[in-house]
């Protein structure tokens, strides 16, 4: 499907670093799964593929969700909020979403003065990502 990019990207506000909030939400269950980065050419490599891909801020590349692990995100619509400086997308998410091997990142909760873990490992780490 093809896309006018620069139109698209200028209803985008871009932090300093010319990153975008980007909110991974399932979109049948509406779980929130994670928080992510896109530049310009992730949103690019998003939109003309189907699958996510985001950027990554600690290896400074793209990274397209699932590469290494398999556990991939399928867009199924990408909505802008109302400031125009983070995108909510509505994801298939295959397996975890998560390094973790939690279903999303947001396994912690104050519970009683302390973070208590709520959401179970489903896949280990290791086997996703390999030994190392």
Request: net charge negative.
């Amino acid at each position: 499907m093809p896309h006018d990019l620069p139109s698209l990207t200028d209803a985008l506000r871009f932090n300093a670093d010319g990153l975008i909030a980007v909110v991974a939400q399932q979109y049948d269950t509406l779980e929130v799964l994670m928080l992510a980065w896109m530049n310009r050419e992730a949103l690019a490599a998003t939109l003309e593929s189907g699958h996510v891909t985001y950027w990554s801020r600690s290896r400074a590349a793209l990274w397209r969700k699932g590469e290494r692990s398999g556990q991939i995100q399928r867009l199924v619509e990408l909505r802008l909020d109302c400031d125009g400086d983070t995108l909510l997308a509505l994801v298939d998410q295959t397996g975890v979403a998560r390094h973790t091997g939690r279903r999303n990142c947001f396994f912690r909760a104050i519970r009683d003065g302390e973070w208590i873990e709520i959401a179970p490992v489903e896949a280990a780490p290791e086997i996703l990502y390999g030994a190392g």
